[in-house]
């Protein structure tokens, strides 16, 4: 019984884990920079959306499709954003080279705002960023197979 309830906690943390990274940020085979937002958007909506990054005290704006907003000059015709079943993922043709060291990512979905602050340096790439946030279900489902098991 304590072996249950600690293997299915452990579960429970995983998996609690896994769904609280709202925004991820990474760079794509071809250096293009991408970022997921994963704020999920409202049915039965037109849904919003702005991503954005700053450094120091400038904030950047990447692509949105809020009315009266505009993307920076650098940015016009760069960048892509796609709907995901859970979010969007806006894409950002060859800038990799052009990032500041410091960065805070923002993205805003329907006035719903998430950040996160990455190093250029730090910066890994998609398919690694995958296995990353894949870990924890491969763990998960390890776990229960060796719970049904004993």
Same mark, same amino acid.
């Given at each position: 019984?304590?072996?249950?309830?600690?293997?299915?906690?452990? $579960?429970?943390?995983?998996?609690? !884990?896994?769904?609280?990274?709202?925004? /991820? =940020?990474? =760079?794509? #085979?071809?250096?293009?920079? !991408? =970022?997921?937002?994963?704020?999920?958007?409202? @049915?039965?909506?037109?849904?919003?959306?702005?991503?954005?990054? &700053? @450094?120091?005290?400038?904030?950047?704006?990447?692509?949105? #499709? =809020?009315?009266? /907003?505009? +993307?920076?000059?650098?940015?016009?015709?760069? @960048?892509?954003?796609?709907? $995901?079943?859970?979010?969007? !993922?806006?894409? $950002?043709n060859g800038f990799t080279d052009k990032l500041p060291h #410091?960065?805070?990512?923002?993205?805003?979905? /329907?006035?719903? +705002? +998430?950040?996160?602050?990455?190093? !250029?340096?730090?910066?890994?790439?998609?398919?690694?960023?995958?296995?990353? @946030? &894949?870990?924890?279900?491969?763990?998960? $489902?390890?776990?229960?197979?060796?719970?049904?098991? &004993?």
């Open positions: 019984m304590l072996k249950s309830l600690f293997v299915f906690g452990l $579960l429970g943390v995983l998996l609690i !884990r896994a769904k609280c990274d709202l925004i /991820s =940020v990474c =760079v794509e #085979n071809d250096y293009d920079l !991408r =970022v997921d937002c994963l704020i999920e958007p409202k @049915s039965n909506k037109i849904n919003s959306y702005e991503f954005s990054w &700053s @450094s120091g005290t400038k904030e950047f704006l990447i692509n949105t #499709n =809020v009315s009266g /907003s505009a +993307a920076e000059g650098e940015f016009k015709d760069k @960048s892509y954003v796609e709907e $995901l079943p859970h979010g969007y !993922r806006m894409t $950002l #410091n960065t805070t990512y923002m993205c805003k979905i /329907s006035g719903e +705002a +998430a950040q996160v602050n990455w190093e !250029r340096e730090k910066l890994a790439l998609c398919s690694a960023v995958f296995l990353k @946030s &894949s870990y924890s279900w491969i763990v998960g $489902l390890l776990l229960f197979v060796y719970q049904t098991q &004993s």
